[in-house]
Structure formats: structure tokens, C-alpha cells
């Protein structure tokens, strides 16, 4: 079933409740994270857009209302245009109910979408219209307390067969960055 945007009832938007929120907050304060840009992580996004040969990476850490993209990756030219000849252009913040990482987040697993229009429950995510998001691959940040801290991702503006190879790299890239955040930690650095 593909999602049609004429049809009312095609716009199932739902936004998993985050019972963690109140913990990853504290662990992202412990770590000084997802308050600020950080260069090492625009870095890493941008090395995981080149990888995946996508517009848009980020290095996402959630809130109870909000995703901060500390790390991002941008195309240099936006990859759409509106009827109106307006290109949107995406922050470093979204609302928790835009995109597909706080799916990710909850679910504390990977995410594969190769195409979101064959998905009604992603279908009608904000990002879809505003952004023209087509396809989303992303994975948990999870450290060795167990916490989920955010997601790394990367996203297109058409439809991407990601594959069994797609799902490892970007599970991959999750642990790396997270082994990263967590030898910072333990040398008593910031990430910067």
C-alpha cells in the first residue's frame, strides 16, 4: 500500500512516546552533547554522506521536544525546489515529531526506508513535504550504559535500495561513533 496524500486518512502521523527522554537528557549533559555544533561531527557527517553518495547525514542527540543535528551534513545546492521556486532549508533543530530518528530512538534499532511513500506511517511525516525526504536510513547511538543517546543518519531526496549493506554500514558507523564518544569520555575531553 503506497501512502496517498489526497486521502485524509493516509496521514497517520505518530510520534512514539519517549519514556527514556528524562536519562538521555542527564547522559547527554554528562557528556556535553546536543547543545552545540561540533566540527568533529560535521565531519563525521559529512564522511557518512560521502559513503552513502546522499545529500543530507546528521549526528542527531533528542530531547524530550526537539532534535539537535551536532553534527550535519548539507548539499551545497538544495536538492529541491517548491511550486513556489522556494528551496527549503533544513537547521540544525527539527521538532520531535519531524523525521524518522525519534522512530529510531524508541525503537532502539536501525531503520531502513527505501522509499517513505511505501510506508502510510512515514508517508505523512512534516520532512516528507517540507524537505521532499524520499528515503531514511538510520541507527541508535547507543552507549554502554545502555542509553540511547540519538542516531546517526542519512537521508535522500529519491527512493534508495540501502539493502543488507546499507543496514550494516550504518549500524557500523553508530558503534564507531559511539566508541568515539565514549574514549573522549573516559580520556576526559570534550567530543570538540
Same mark, same amino acid.
Given at each position: 500500500? &503506497? ?7 493516509? &496521514? ?26 561540533? %566540527? ?12 552513502? &553518495?546522499? %545529500? ?42 519531524? !523525521?524518522?530518528c525519534p522512530h529510531v530512538v524508541v525503537r532502539r ?10 510506508? %502510510? ?24 550504559t545502555g542509553t540511547v543517546l540519538g542516531t546517526v ?5 529519491? %527512493?534508495?535500495?540501502? !539493502? ?26 570534550p567530543l570538540l
Amino acid at each position: 500500500m &503506497r501512502y496517498d496524500p489526497a486521502r485524509p486518512a493516509g &496521514r497517520l502521523l505518530l510520534t512514539p512516546e519517549d519514556k527514556e527522554a528524562p536519562v538521555r537528557i542527564r547522559r547527554l549533559g554528562q557528556l556535553r552533547l546536543g547543545e552545540h555544533p561540533d %566540527p568533529e561531527l560535521d565531519a563525521y557527517a559529512d564522511r557518512l554522506a560521502e559513503a552513502a &553518495r546522499t %545529500p543530507y547525514a546528521m549526528v542527531n542527540f533528542i530531547d524530550e521536544n526537539r532534535q539537535f543535528f551536532a553534527g550535519l551534513h548539507l548539499p551545497a545546492v538544495a536538492p529541491v525546489v517548491k511550486p513556489d521556486g522556494s528551496t527549503p532549508v533544513l537547521g540544525r533543530e527539527l521538532a520531535r515529531d519531524h !523525521g524518522f530518528c525519534p522512530h529510531v530512538v524508541v525503537r532502539r534499532k536501525a531503520l531502513v526506508l527505501e522509499d517513505v511513500s511505501d510506508y %502510510p506511517r512515514f508517508a505523512g511525516n512534516p520532512v516528507v513535504d517540507e524537505f521532499g525526504i524520499r528515503s531514511y536510513l538510520g541507527a541508535p547511538l547507543i552507549d554502554s550504559t545502555g542509553t540511547v543517546l540519538g542516531t546517526v543518519c542519512v537521508v535522500d531526496v529519491e %527512493p534508495r535500495p540501502w !539493502g543488507r549493506p546499507g543496514l550494516e554500514t550504518i549500524k557500523s558507523s553508530a558503534a564507531e561513533l559511539v566508541a568515539r564518544i565514549e574514549r573522549r569520555e573516559a580520556d576526559g575531553l570534550p567530543l570538540l
